[in-house]
């Protein structure tokens, strides 16, 4: 989600052919740091691995108002995959946006 305040500053690349180039991502949240963010990949793909096998973390760090923060997402390919994945993610309470890569 951006907003016109926030500024993106990227840390790191969509990794070429992890799950297609270009397209859409999922994001599965927003931490204070870095670390945060990729532990949650690690609690997660423990957690949902069906959903989420074959896809590779992507932190991204934005600067916001109320300071640094880093999006944890992952790149899928296409709208349809990233929303159903969603979709799948949400019934199970877990907090998940289809977002286009920054």
Not at 45 to 59: I, K
Not at 69 to 80: K, P
Request: hydrophobic fraction near 35%; aromatic fraction near 6%; proline fraction near 4%.
């Amino acid at each position: 989600m951006r907003d016109g305040t926030t500024r993106h500053h990227h840390e790191e690349r969509w990794r070429p052919g992890a799950a297609g180039a270009g397209g859409f991502g999922i994001q599965l949240g927003a931490f204070s740091s870095e670390a945060g963010a990729n532990n949650e990949w690690h609690v997660l793909t423990s957690r949902f691995g069906p959903q989420l096998l074959g896809l590779q973390e992507h932190v991204v760090s934005a600067d916001t108002p109320s300071g640094r923060i880093y999006r944890l997402q992952a790149m899928v390919g296409d709208e349809a995959r990233a929303r159903a994945i969603c979709d799948s993610l949400r019934k199970q309470a877990q907090a998940c946006v289809a977002v286009l890569p920054h």
